[in-house]
């Protein structure tokens, strides 16, 4: 038996819906997609959402709608994918660092406020492995500042904070269908929010900046996602729900079976703060983690290392980072973090199992 860290469920129900598409002619952006930005919207419970082709290209259009541009400054967090600071630079900004909460692992509220210059424009939050940032606090102090707060929520689908749906907390929020997410479409985006002027602006960005045939408000991208794409991720929609209570039973099975072992630390528990577990993180308190990702791969466990370096230490990043500040507990966290698979296609007697092999370890 092997588990793997990631697996997408593909139904006949996935291929049903493309093979219906591709039958119909229409395979670029077109109904399929609108239906889909109406379901997702409702889905969230916000306003509005426009699709795009990837996680990245809506944080891209996010930023490009919150009118981030160069000079600015925009405040996120050293433990993300790549494509969280990649997006900021692409828009010619800074992004400047504030270190994570030692427990969450999300950007840390109370070293934030005092990273704000008159430079800053936004803040840019990671829900990291689908835990929600603390937002009472960083809506009051982007309301403050006036500054916007962009949410990259490619992890944290159907994800609620205190009551309020992911994807309508923030003034935007992004999300990934990419093949490893909660819902997929292969590759696919998509961004939320309530305020009319950012549709507008990202609807235009995705498609070339076009506002009217062959009209432009600026330079803009081919970001339109296909209804090839949009087909998939309209059934998979459906079936979020039931994915995330599966993720959640198998979170639960580990919290019970692992909890009485002193090696490892469990992620936080916050009933306010329901995470999707789009991973289950522990972090090892005192084994060396490549031997023990060995152990677990010879016993047919893959794990995961989400993220082995902080992105304010890559080599297209660090120059950007002040010399003087040290970010002490994201090196730690990154030293430390495995990632246990938590897909939905894996039962309680997976779990039991996985958790047992690492029960057992002893190196
Ligand atoms: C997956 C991911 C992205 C990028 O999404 P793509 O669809 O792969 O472009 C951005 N940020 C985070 C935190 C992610 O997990």
Redesign the pocket.
Known sequence: MTYSISKPVIDKEEIDAVVAVMKSGMIAQGPKVAELEQKFAKFVGSQYAVAVN??????HCALVAAGIGKGDEVITTPF?????VNTILMCGAKPVFVDIHPRTYVIDDRKLEKMITAKTKAILT???YGYPCNYNKIMKLAKEHNLVVIA????AHGSEYHGKMVGNIADIT?F???A??NMMCA???MITTNNPEYVEVCKAFRHHGMTKQYQYSGIGYNYRMTDINAAIAIEQLKKLPVFNVRRDSNAMDYYRYLKDNLNIMLPRYDNKNISCY?QFTIRLKRYDRDDFLKYMASNGVNCGV?YPEPLCYQDHIKSLVPFNHHFKVVRRVCSQVVSLPVHPGLTSIDIAQICKIINEYDP
């Open positions: 990837s996680g990245t290209a809506a944080l993300s994918f790549v494509a969280t990671v829900d990291l990259d929520a490619c992890q992004c990934s269908f990419y490893t997410k590759e696919g985006g789009h989400y």
